[in-house]
């Protein structure tokens, strides 16, 4: 959902909404009682700070925006927000392009986030969260492009076990990579990339850095 004008988010949530700039973060909760209702959760970045809402019947009305306290982003940039065993966690990065991470307990009745932990020594020019089935456990991805100078525009992800632990235990980067025949090549991203999953399976959609719109 683009969220480029306070005007088209309020047209949209019907709800007065914050001046955002970038794009709007959007994740589904499942843990409705209803079979045919889910909760919807939204979060934008208005300058420094950032505000989420949710939707408890699919997006057909929205609570009020409130502000994620202690969130500090970058100037220009993009939340993510993913749900985890009914934990709403929200991802951006910061000013030295570090990926933070806060998380919303209870988050239909909450607005308490915790303090913001960090995946440790990786630094990104965007970052998305997600909710992946690893294992036989439901846990904690990013997949981000990185900016460091060993992996500049390579898309990589990372998973957590315990992600609402004070201090999170995080895997080292994992390369996304595309196989041809015996030789894997590390994917590269010309921009964000989003990540989504339907039916158990992960897909990314981004621009490669040879400048063309990919989906794997």
């Given at each position: 959902a683009s969220a480029t004008s306070a005007w088209g988010l309020q047209q949209a949530l019907q709800a007065t909404a914050p001046s955002a700039t970038g794009t709007a973060a959007v994740a589904w909760s499942s843990s409705s009682s209803s079979a045919t209702t889910s909760t919807v959760y939204m979060a934008v970045q208005a300058g420094s700070s950032i505000y989420w809402t949710s939707s408890s019947n699919n997006g057909a009305?929205?609570?009020?925006?409130?502000?994620?306290?202690?969130?500090?982003?970058a100037s220009q940039g993009q939340p993510s927000l993913a749900v985890v065993?009914?934990?709403?966690?929200?991802?951006?990065?910061?000013?030295?392009?570090?990926?933070?991470?806060?998380?919303?307990?209870?988050?239909?009745?909450?607005?308490?986030?915790?303090?913001?932990?960090?995946?440790?020594?990786?630094?990104?020019?965007?970052?998305?969260?997600?909710?992946?089935?690893?294992?036989?456990?439901?846990?904690?991805?990013?997949?981000?492009?990185?900016?460091?100078?060993?992996?500049?525009?390579?898309?990589?992800?990372?998973?957590?076990?315990?992600?609402?632990?004070?201090?999170?235990?995080?895997?080292?980067?994992?390369?996304?990579e595309s196989s041809s025949g015996k030789t894997a090549t590390p994917l590269e991203a010309s921009g964000a990339v989003s990540v989504s999953q339907i039916s158990g399976q992960t897909y990314l959609a981004y621009q490669s850095s040879a400048g063309s719109e990919a989906i794997t």
């Open positions: 009305s929205w609570n009020k925006w409130q502000l994620v306290a202690g969130a500090t982003p065993s009914g934990t709403l966690y929200l991802g951006f990065l910061d000013a030295n392009n570090a990926i933070n991470i806060t998380s919303l307990s209870n988050p239909t009745t909450n607005n308490t986030w915790s303090s913001s932990t960090q995946v440790p020594n990786q630094t990104a020019s965007s970052a998305s969260l997600i909710s992946e089935k690893i294992g036989s456990a439901q846990q904690l991805a990013v997949y981000y492009v990185s900016n460091a100078s060993a992996t500049q525009s390579q898309i990589l992800k990372a998973y957590s076990t315990n992600p609402s632990a004070s201090k999170p235990v995080w895997t080292t980067a994992i390369a996304i």
